[in-house]
């Protein structure tokens, strides 16, 4: 059976990339501030810890769930969005720390070619006047991308890193607070799902270091290594 984790399996993409690996016979485990039932394990983040000793108690509890097996794949899709400085160190914490957290994760316990999935931003490519806090931090994650893809970064032999960038997501959150958006021009979460899902199990080819943009149009998403 292939193990994956899910950094952020109880929010909205992470509850629908459980559900889509779960039914396809992989053993799932949630990593959140919450439980997400569905994931055979759960192992809870205390976000009064600081980054180092929330790394190693996340660390004891894969080791805990995975008994000895190896993760296939290990997601990381916690984040947010806020504004900029009374909110630029919650942005940190939710992008570059759980990226970071989620790279130790990988180095320790992802198989030999195995698949570490990150969430970048493709307003981060460019500048971002209007939300400095969210650009800074997701810039980071895509530093942090072309780190592990380097030789020497500490991840398995064989395994290969991405980032996903998203535009706008499907989701309800952002349906209720934008109900007169052009839904067609927003990405489904399942079709997420299904993309990571081919890339984990190599039906989808992708290069280690890449950072993969995500558009939407008329209702059909394209998925470009850039």
Known sequence: MSHLA??????ALGRVLVNYFKERGWAVTNIDLVENKAAQFNTLVNANEGLQEQAIKLDQ???TALKGEK???LFCVAGGWADFIQNSDLMLK????????AARLAARHLDKNGLLVLTGALAALD????MIGYGISKAAVHHLVKDLAAPGSGLPEGAKVT???????DTPANRQGMPDADFSSWTPLDTIAAQLHGYST???PLTSGKIIEILTKE???AFNQI
């Not at 939710?94 to 957290?101: G, T, W």
């Not at 980032?163 to 997501?169: R, Y």
């Open 71 to 73: 993760l296939k794949a």
């Open 6 to 11: 899910v950094y952020g399996g109880a929010g």
């Open 94 to 101: 939710q992008s570059v720390h759980s990226s970071l957290i």
């Open 61 to 63: 509890n894969i080791e």
């Open 219 to 221: 209702s059909k998403t």
């Open 163 to 169: 980032a996903i960038c998203p535009v706008t997501l």
């Open 127 to 130: 500048s971002t006047p209007g």
């Open 202 to 204: 190599g039906e989808i």
